[in-house]
């Protein structure tokens, strides 16, 4: 799947309303690690809200489905609209169909509970 950027480098929610569309830097939808800080709640075409994030340390900017939102909010500990955590979170990218075309956003990634940090039995954890 490829998503589109804007020459700054934020996320494009909806390429099919984009001023200047020759613009576009359409990439591969790559998993990427970020910092990011919630900041402003936007009402989506005809259909509800989604939610934006920006870098913490940057000035790209991501939008984002409230379904994923609520899951960040419910599961992540945050201060002032950041999310705290030991390393940054992994996002990945998103692709639904609106009206007049694709709405594009990102959402966390997650870990199965196999591959979690301190699931792993050393060698020293084997009884034989």
């Keep these: 799947m490829q998503v589109p950027f804007e020459p700054s480098g934020s996320l494009i929610r909806h390429p099919h309303r984009y ?9 591969d939808a790559t998993p990427f690690q970020a910092r990011l800080i919630l900041t402003d709640v936007r009402n989506a075409q005809g259909y509800g809200k989604y939610v934006i994030w920006t870098e913490a340390h940057g000035i790209r900017r991501f939008p984002m ?3 994923h939102a609520f899951a960040v909010v419910k599961n992540a500990l945050m201060d002032h609209g950041a999310i705290i955590a030991d390393t940054d979170p992994t996002w990945t990218f998103t692709k ?3 009206r007049g075309g694709d709405a594009y956003g990102i959402k966390p990634v ?5 591959d979690q940090e301190g699931n792993d039995p050393g060698p020293e954890d084997n009884e034989e």
């Design 19 to 27: 001023l200047n569309p020759e613009e576009i830097d359409w990439q």
């Design 65 to 67: 489905d409230t379904e």
């Design 96 to 98: 639904a169909h609106a």
């Design 110 to 114: 997650r870990k199965r509970f196999l």
